[in-house]
């Protein structure tokens, strides 16, 4: 199993930004990429964002693109969201997972980190 401990929420105006953090530890290794989500109230989880471990090849979702920058640091077992231009639409609940070529995404989800962006 995979832990994931997200940090670097919080509360921001509109156009501001925040960079979140996700340290992982456990079987990381068997994994081939780490991945963002966000749940806002009333709503499905989506994807944000991902990364490849082998080659930090980067996809996005197309609302947020050009804003938010994913990254990783193998040696310390973190991934980094870089979140700039926020919007109020992206106020919700982010969290991190890890993809298994085999199984895909993670289905154990941690306690994510709320980030709230006003108007």
């Known amino acids: 199993q995979v832990q994931l401990v997200e940090s670097g929420g919080g509360l921001v105006q509109a156009g501001g930004s925040l960079k979140l953090s996700c340290a992982a530890s456990g079987r990381t290794f068997s994994s081939d990429a780490m991945g963002w989500f966000r749940q806002a109230p009333g709503k499905e989880r989506e994807f944000v964002a991902r990364?490849?471990?082998?080659?930090?090849?980067?996809t996005y979702a197309d609302s947020v693109k050009g804003r938010f920058t994913i990254s990783r640091d193998n040696a310390r077992n973190t991934v980094y969201l870089q979140m700039n231009s926020l919007k109020p639409e992206d106020t919700a609940n982010y969290y991190c997972?890890?993809?298994?070529?085999?199984?895909?995404?993670?289905?154990?989800w941690g306690q994510g980190t709320q980030v709230t962006v006003s108007s």
């Open positions: 990364i490849r471990w082998k080659d930090s090849s980067t």
């Open positions: 997972n890890a993809r298994f070529p085999s199984t895909g995404w993670g289905e154990n």
